[in-house]
């Protein structure tokens, strides 16, 4: 069974400073990987989304996240954080024949001035 | 604007009440999904419908029944409240395909007293 686990339920960091949250995944087979970000009172929204063709992917907002098969891990980061950052963030996995979602506990983004 | 469309958005029930959370995509896609989201939790599989006329259960699928009632429309019915359904409910739907984007809605919040 398919399982994600992220590493820390709130991370902070100052604005300007690297942001990095942690994802890893637990799949039997190459899965399909993705970010989602939910502001306050929202639904969530689509940061990136790994599917094989490259290991390095790039979403929106300036986030990226690395696959890396050896360590079964998806982090994301951002260069420099900005204060509309702020919100919180879910690690996702799909198995190869599958459409549902597992996703993780997610991890809150604090951004301080 | 397209999308998914939940009702309603904010919801107070007594135990042992019932109620139907909708759920309408407007993007023609074959899949839908029902979410429950609980702090430190993350989003949690309830049901899900992987084209009309078919549903399945999820993670956590008790005290829940669907209903996918065209391709448009998806309902989560609560037959008899308890405080454990207390939780933010996201609809989602995708195309019926593996590694594909799901598209949320802005959630129902409900509160069962």
């Known amino acids: 069974a398919q399982s994600v686990t992220q590493l820390g339920s709130h991370v902070s960091v100052s604005e300007g400073a690297l942001v990095l949250l942690r994802c890893n995944y637990s799949s039997s087979v190459p899965p399909y990987l993705f970010w989602y970000v939910q502001y306050p009172n929202q639904g969530l929204q689509l940061l990136l989304k790994y599917t094989s063709a490259a290991t390095l992917v790039k979403g929106i907002n300036g986030f990226e996240a690395e696959f890396k098969k050896s360590e079964t891990s998806f982090h994301l980061t951002k260069p420099s954080a900005h204060m509309s950052d702020a919100a919180e963030y879910f690690c996702?996995?799909?198995?190869?024949?599958?459409?549902?979602?597992?996703f993780g506990k997610g991890t809150m983004l604090l951004v301080s001035p | 604007n397209a999308g998914v469309t939940q009702t309603p958005k904010f919801q107070v029930l007594k135990t042992g009440q019932s109620m139907t959370l909708q759920c309408a995509q407007d993007m023609n896609h074959n899949s839908m999904y029902w979410y429950r989201q609980d702090p430190g939790m993350g989003l949690r599989l309830i049901y899900y419908?992987?084209?009309?006329?078919?549903?399945d259960k999820g993670e956590v699928p008790n005290g829940y029944n669907v209903s996918r009632l065209n391709k448009r429309e998806f309902s989560l019915r609560l037959e008899s409240a308890a405080p454990s359904q207390t939780s933010v409910y996201f609809c989602?739907?995708?195309?019926?395909?593996?590694?594909?984007?799901?598209?949320f809605g802005s959630g129902t919040r409900l509160t069962v007293v």
């Open positions: 989602a739907s995708s195309e019926a395909r593996q590694g594909i984007v799901y598209t």
């Open positions: 419908s992987a084209s009309e006329g078919t549903t």
């Open positions: 996702a996995v799909s198995e190869e024949g599958y459409s549902t979602l597992t």
